[in-house]
């Protein structure tokens, strides 16, 4: 298709699993965002990736979180040791160019830690 | 700091009521970026309109209309004649130039157009 595209779109993990949660942007766009969403919370900023660079961590909650980008197009967000409080929706979004331009989000990963 | 307050938590109104979502937002940066999108039950995030500190202008867009106070730091969203496929949670976003590329949203908005 030829939006946004998320995989899988719900994970349950039992606390102390590792899960990977992958995104796939929108062909040709050179920015990729990740976003954190709790249940009736606005998304909350986690990373930001230009082409395969990592320009921006800093929403990261913790170490146990880890995103790559490595070809420039698709990026796994990692999870290592899950916690409840991990549970959330985890949004992608990519845009077309760096500067502040509209971001085009995915149908998220909802992950549930037991 | 940078902030968005959406006051309204939930809305409820009538098919073909106008309503409008209040959106509240604070920032030190003189240049910046303003957004809302809509969040559909299916929870795909989908965007509306993007408007820049530098651009006052009221805008239109069918039956949804946007009213940026820069004196008042808001950027409110008006849906006339509201229908029943409007019903979803809305978020206002801030993007300052400065603080990256990152959007902070407001906890958002949701409305619920009844038949």
């Known amino acids: 298709g030829a939006g946004v595209s998320q995989s899988p779109r719900y994970k349950v993990a039992k606390r102390g699993q590792d899960v990977a949660l992958r995104c796939d942007p929108i062909?040709?766009?050179?920015?990729l965002f990740w976003y954190q969403q709790a249940l009736g919370q606005g998304p909350e900023f986690l990373t930001y990736?230009?082409?395969?660079?990592?320009?921006?961590k800093s929403g990261l909650p913790s170490d146990r979180f880890f995103a790559e980008r490595p070809e420039g197009s698709v990026s796994t967000l990692k999870i290592q040791r899950t916690q409840q409080e991990d549970s959330a929706v985890y949004l992608c979004?990519?845009?077309?160019?760096?500067?502040?331009?509209?971001?085009?989000f995915g149908p998220g990963t909802r992950l549930t830690v037991t | 700091a940078q902030k968005v307050t959406q006051a309204q938590t939930e809305i409820s109104v009538v098919e073909k009521e106008d309503v409008t979502l209040d959106c509240v937002y604070e920032?030190?940066?003189?240049?910046?970026?303003l957004f809302w999108y809509k969040q559909p039950p299916s929870g795909e995030l989908v965007f509306l309109i993007r408007?820049?500190?530098?651009?006052?202008q009221n805008e239109i867009s069918g039956r949804y209309s946007w009213n940026f106070q820069k004196s008042t730091s808001s950027f409110n969203f008006t849906i006339t004649a509201s229908q029943v496929v409007d019903s979803a949670v809305y978020f206002c976003?801030?993007?300052?130039?400065?603080?990256?590329?990152?959007?902070?949203f407001g906890a958002g908005t949701i409305l619920r157009v009844k038949s």
């Open positions: 990736f230009q082409n395969e660079a990592q320009l921006d």
């Open positions: 062909s040709g766009h050179v920015s």
């Open positions: 408007r820049n500190s530098f651009d006052e």
């Open positions: 976003a801030l993007r300052p130039m400065e603080y990256g590329n990152k959007l902070v």
């Open positions: 979004a990519s845009s077309r160019r760096a500067d502040p331009y509209e971001q085009y």
């Open positions: 920032t030190r940066d003189t240049t910046y970026y």
